[in-house]
């Protein structure tokens, strides 16, 4: 009562102020009922006023954001031209009808493909890359908008990595909005066979593919004749090659000194030694057991997990490796590569590469046991998964590598690496502490 009395004599006091500035000498024969109702008219006009030029100035905020949306847009339809061309054959795209609108939510998509023949993962325009044909089957099976195939950032898409030319992907998670009925073997079908979505999970308004992922694991499949030693003609041997025991173990104890928080600089481009981007943390990096391809080359499978990496980072850490192990170069070159040095080092092909799993630990603890999530481990799609890599992503890389032999070519080059200090460029210039998130998986 006290706190509604004392609002009740504030009110009559602010009035009472206002009354005495609107109150002039030839008005003051009015009666107080009268000027408390000009004065109260006159706050309503005032408020009436504040929020219409609220409304415009809200209205003039929305209307420069969709000019600058509109700018920055990439064109990668022109309905204009599409509509135009459709007319001249009698075909008329239907108007917008309200009651398609679609409700759409957060959630995870599990991916698998081939990169042998795309220029790597992320969209480009006038290139062929697995993102496109992806978006071109959400935008004709209705997951996606056509703004949001035109601009993707609208549907909230986000990849937890970005795979280079020719590489390929065994269980890619890409994240964005889509419809809560899909069917998923109709839209496989307007796929190319290189592509699979396997899986889809809904997962938390504020999941990002890439920011919640936690861990990485690429596998580079190779033949083992590439570990032979460089006094060797392995002309002679890429079909019959076996590696020994003694020869594997070595292999497995030079990857082994990668592993732990270390500086790269030496296994990427343009950056420093300076640079914070450059320390990334390897947490185990294997090798598999021997097994013949179908074309009778032996192979072995490397895997190595971290926590993000950058371009050309685990080809050039393969390479090295290979060349140590053949006795091109010796440890001591691995160890000056971590330090300040600049090295010439050598960068085994891309067709091995793979990026095998993304790890989500840290969400699938704090969300997958919520009784509203699922963990993102993706068990139910395994047994597909494993049919689609030795299907479509082994099966391409021992054909081409016993049609083409790209990793018999490749070590014919690591003699003319010096292994040591560059003098060729100068040294990029540090980042003064920023690190890039653009510098993280582009494998």
């Not at 000498?25 to 005032?46: Q, T, V, Y």
């Not at 100035?57 to 209307?63: H, P």
């Not at 097994?291 to 050309?312: A, D, N």
């Amino acid at each position: 009562m006290f706190l509604s009395r004392l609002l009740n004599n504030y009110t009559k006091f602010v009035l009472l102020v206002r009354l005495k500035t609107i109150w002039t000498p030839w008005d003051r024969h009015k009666s107080f009922a009268a000027a408390m109702s000009e004065a109260l008219d006159k706050l309503e006009m005032e408020k009436e006023a504040r929020k219409e030029a609220k409304s415009l100035e809200n209205e003039a905020v929305k209307e420069t954001n969709r000019m600058k949306r509109t700018l920055k847009r990439k064109k990668w339809v022109d309905w204009k031209e599409q509509d135009e061309k459709d007319a001249a054959s009698g075909v008329k795209r239907a108007p917008f009808d309200p009651a398609d609108r679609i409700k759409r939510k957060k959630s995870a998509i599990l991916l698998s493909y081939c990169g042998a023949n795309y220029f790597g993962m992320q969209r480009n325009p006038g290139m062929q890359t697995i993102e496109e044909e992806l978006f071109k089957a959400m935008l004709k099976h209705k997951w996606i908008t056509e703004d949001s195939f035109e601009q993707v950032q609208i549907a909230c898409f986000q990849r937890a990595a970005r795979t280079d030319k020719g590489v390929s992907a065994a269980r890619q998670v890409c994240s964005v909005k889509l419809p809560e009925e899909l069917d998923l073997e109709a839209f496989n079908a307007d796929l190319p066979e290189q592509i699979r979505l396997f899986g889809v999970e809904r997962v938390t308004k504020g999941f990002n593919a890439k920011d919640q992922c936690n861990a990485r694991t690429y596998t580079y499949t190779l033949p083992t004749m590439a570990f032979a030693s460089c006094e060797e003609k392995i002309e002679d041997l890429h079909d019959t090659f076996r590696i020994s025991p003694e020869l594997l173990e070595k292999v497995r104890d030079t990857l082994k000194l990668y592993e732990g928080t270390k500086n790269f600089h030496n296994f990427t481009s343009k950056k420093s030694f300076l640079d914070p981007s450059s320390k990334r943390f390897i947490m185990s990096f294997t090798s598999s057991d021997p097994f013949q391809s179908p074309q009778g080359i032996e192979f072995i499978t490397l895997k190595v997990k971290g926590q993000s990496f950058m371009l050309h980072q685990i080809r050039k850490m393969v390479g090295l490796a290979i060349a140590i192990v053949r006795g091109n170069t010796t440890t001591t070159s691995l160890e000056r590569a971590l330090t300040e040095e600049r090295l010439d080092l050598p960068m085994a092909p891309g067709l091995g590469l793979v990026l095998d799993t993304v790890h989500y630990e840290r969400y699938n603890d704090r969300y997958g046991k919520d009784g509203i999530h699922n963990p993102l481990t993706w068990q139910a799609q395994e047994a597909q998964v494993k049919e689609f890599i030795e299907r479509e992503i082994f099966s391409q890389i021992y054909k081409t590598e016993a049609e083409q032999r790209n990793m018999l070519d490749w070590i014919g080059t690591l003699h003319f690496h010096s292994y040591d200090t560059r003098k060729d460029d100068a040294p990029p210039a540090p980042t003064e502490g920023k690190r890039s998130k653009d510098d993280d998986n582009d494998e």
